[in-house]
């Protein structure tokens, strides 16, 4: 017996949810959770069962062939959203024009099926980074042109920020290196990380989108003139882990020494007290790094 219409219909209908992407606004923290428990439109009540929800129907979708992004949902930017868009911000399709905008603008993690624990880490982690960017980005492109030479400030500092990135790729060598290059500003420290693996002789594999975010951290750096450094942990085979660093001077790396290196990290934070070195970690002096080209300085 032949198959109906509607049977056809529906089972068409199937086929293209599973090619349907979809995004998930998640309220990852407490906080956030309580500021939307004051729309009577938003029903939870409990920010556990919210997110065993949340991961119950990640799941689901997944079972089902479907794609789902999840983005992290603040509700001061709904807020904002919803004034600037008119729009009730107590609706439940208000939130979801709102994660549709976030699908479009904010950082957002594909699920695969890994734990929501993993999952938000990432989130976060990401969210991070993107405001990063943003923050460096727009700095550099409103400081405007050089009065004495006319060429574009931020433009200058984004060049000599490659430059060194590249002369410290070249000086640390052989091995798995874990970066992180961090600057003041007036608010808090931004930070920015680096992974290069060059395990391999000759070969230099490197995340791009974060090469790039650590040389917009040192390009702030440099237009801003505020205290910033480069601090590397290195792992070669048969070798101890080295951590090393680098501080920002008129536009160039210096190493910084030894001592200071231990002491950042063997110094509490909270107390100020000494802390046992952590066993098999070498804290030494950077390499030089070689800055003869001067590419990029700005001298005025």
Request: hydrophobic share 40%; charged share 25%.
């Amino acid at each position: 017996m032949g198959q109906t219409q509607p049977s056809r219909t529906t089972s068409m209908r199937r086929v293209l949810r599973r090619e349907v992407a979809g995004t998930i606004g998640l309220l990852a923290d407490e906080q956030d959770f309580a500021a939307m428990r004051r729309y009577r439109s938003f029903t939870f009540d409990d920010h556990t069962t919210y997110l065993r929800q949340v991961e119950g129907l990640l799941k689901t979708l997944a079972a089902a062939g479907g794609h789902t992004t999840v983005t992290l949902f603040d509700p001061s930017e709904f807020a904002e959203f919803c004034t600037a868009e008119g729009l009730d911000p107590d609706s439940s399709t208000s939130r979801t024009r709102f994660t549709a905008e976030l699908a479009a603008t904010g950082p957002g993690i594909a699920y695969q099926g890994q734990p929501l624990a993993d999952l938000v880490p990432e989130l976060v982690e990401e969210a991070v980074r993107q405001a990063t960017w943003d923050y460096a980005t727009s700095v550099l492109s409103r400081t405007g042109p050089c009065a004495a030479c006319g060429q574009d400030i931020g433009r200058m500092a984004f060049a000599r920020a490659s430059f060194l990135v590249a002369r410290v790729i070249d000086a640390i060598g052989e091995g798995a290196h874990h970066w992180v290059c961090s600057v003041l500003t007036d608010r808090e420290s931004l930070h920015a990380v680096l992974r290069i693996d060059a395990g391999e002789p000759g070969t230099v594999r490197v995340d791009e989108s974060a090469a790039m975010e650590v040389t917009a951290v040192l390009a702030l750096a440099i237009v801003t003139r505020r205290a910033s450094a480069v601090i590397v942990r290195s792992v070669a085979t048969g070798e101890e882990a080295r951590v090393y660093g680098w501080h920002l001077k008129e536009e160039a790396l210096q190493p910084i020494p030894a001592g200071r290196v231990f002491d950042a990290y063997c110094t509490d934070a909270d107390s100020g007290e000494l802390s046992a070195p952590e066993p098999g970690v070498n804290y030494c002096t950077a390499p030089a790094v070689d800055d003869t080209k001067q590419e990029g300085r700005h001298r005025h």
